[in-house]
């Protein structure tokens, strides 16, 4: 199995900009001015006490969102004062300010951007939820990104990452289940993330994006052939299904009570190993581990179910022998 672990390389200012302008509702106010500078931090702060002068261990390479009242209170102060104010909390090292709920840039602040080729936007949002929606993203384009060989599909609702040494299958398992009304992520390559609820999603490249490698036919098209409704961009990873080469000397659960876990990013993703050979129906077994991986999070788990079962059943006859042996 192929593994990158990798951070985002670069997030500059034009990539906000031009990923996430209409989710944050900006207005660029100096063109593009600063669009190139990176922004080597997810921090965002609002600058509060520091407009009345309390700069203690302020460092301006945070992302500056000025509230409504803020910029009321700096329009009070004198043109000296401002200029003064704005110098000691923006400097070459901010990477972006902006201004809540489309506020009007003293032109102070206007100045102190052009100088320090800062990028000044309004945003139609209030000041709480531009932070909150700004948190969301930065937390989404720093996080780490693991990227995997593998085939995701999602099978009734559920993200399977089918896994396995090249040649094995993985493809054309995916186009079964394509061809029984499932859908395709990614083939060959999935990205993964982890989101802040502490789960993983996958997706594919931008440029392979629906795109399957079928030996023998070559490249297809998925969302062409099959439909729109048989693709997503990104889906959940519940979990791992390792596609193998039977082997005859190797044991194989028959049972499945002890559950099987794979790491990925820190979080540990069911995991189940499926033997490969001429005769099995490979799609209506990786069909029926998704139903019983949907069952188990209904808590129903009919592996541990039987067990018990079984240990009831040998404890009332080891009692009837028991009874049986004192008469």
Known sequence: MVKILSRIAMFRVKDLYSRYQKSLGL???????????TIHKPEVKLPGLCLAGYLKNYIPNKILIFDVMELHYMNEMSPKKRRKVFNAIISRKTPIV?????GEAPLELITICQKNSVALFRSKLDAISCVNRLLLILHEEFSLVETLHGTLVEVHGVGVLLQGESSVG???AALGLLERGHRLISDDVVQVRQKEDGYLIGSGPLLTRHIM???GIGLINVAHLFGAVSVRREK???????LEKWDDKKFY??????EKYKNILNISVPFHVMPVKLGRD?????ETIALNHRLKRMGFNSAKNFNVRLLKAIAKKKKEEDA????
Do not use: C, W, Y
């Open 253 to 258: 659960d028959r049972v499945g009570v002890e």
């Open 236 to 242: 959940s990873i519940d979990l791992i299904i390792q």
């Open 324 to 327: 049986r042996n004192h008469r």
């Open 170 to 172: 993985k493809s054309e």
């Open 27 to 37: 207005e660029p106010l100096l063109k593009k001015r600063g669009f190139f500078k």
């Open 213 to 215: 490698e079928i030996r």
């Open 282 to 286: 490979v799609i209506l077994l990786i």
């Open 98 to 102: 902006f201004l809540s709920e489309n």
